[in-house]
């Protein structure tokens, strides 16, 4: 597929542009999990097992959730700090990121993702988060702070959610993983708790 050519999405109202790069980039980390989840011994892929219903609920994540909520957090952010003229400010505004829009988006991401995958099942919701959601939030601690510092300090405000997204590349395979290790303990906890 041909990129899209940069008028087309310079034409596109920013939150439709947000959820767009963020529906193909959360599909392509998780293209990305699942291959490396399915290498056989010899390293090839077996693609008739990928499964593609997971694929398409994190692009639907990607373009409903993650787009917008990012956009949005970034202009607060931005409207909260200003620019990022300086590292402190820089450092500042990734911190205030960390501790308050990253850990929103970790429990908003767990809930929606787990709700498409049980069919609204509310209660897997708490089991998810319980067996996913520190594990997320500390390898998200140890990532994001610097790819932020350089979001913050380089890109401006109208490029920062492709950024995120092209960083997210790489935290959105780690995401399908996790993602992945949740819906097997939810699994577990479903079967242990059904009847004999």
């Not at 193909?24 to 056989?40: H, K, P």
């Not at 990607?62 to 956009?71: K, R, V």
């Not at 450092?91 to 908003?108: C, E, N, S």
Request: aromatic share 12%.
């Amino acid at each position: 597929m041909a990129p899209l050519p940069a008028p087309f999405l310079r034409r596109m109202a920013p939150v439709a542009r947000a959820g767009l790069t963020s529906c193909i980039i959360m599909s392509a980390g998780d293209i990305i999990c699942q291959s490396l989840q399915r290498r056989n011994k010899s390293g090839a892929l077996n693609w008739a097992s990928h499964d593609w219903k997971r694929t398409a609920r994190f692009g639907l994540i990607g373009a409903t959730l993650h787009g917008p909520f990012f956009l949005w957090g970034f202009q607060m952010i931005d409207g909260r700090f200003g620019p990022a003229t300086n590292l402190l400010t820089a450092a500042r505004k990734t911190a205030f990121g960390q501790v308050t829009i990253f850990p929103a988006y970790v429990a908003a991401f767990f809930t929606y993702i787990t709700l498409l995958e049980t069919r609204g099942d509310v209660a897997a919701v708490g089991t998810k988060l319980r067996n996913s959601f520190a594990q997320t939030y500390l390898a998200g601690s140890l990532f994001w702070p610097a790819a932020n510092m350089i979001n913050f300090m380089y890109c401006p405000p109208s490029a920062r959610i492709l950024y995120v997204n092209c960083a997210g590349l790489i935290w959105n395979a780690i995401l399908s993983a996790f993602n992945t290790q949740g819906a097997v303990a939810v699994g577990r906890q479903a079967v242990t708790a059904s009847p004999a």
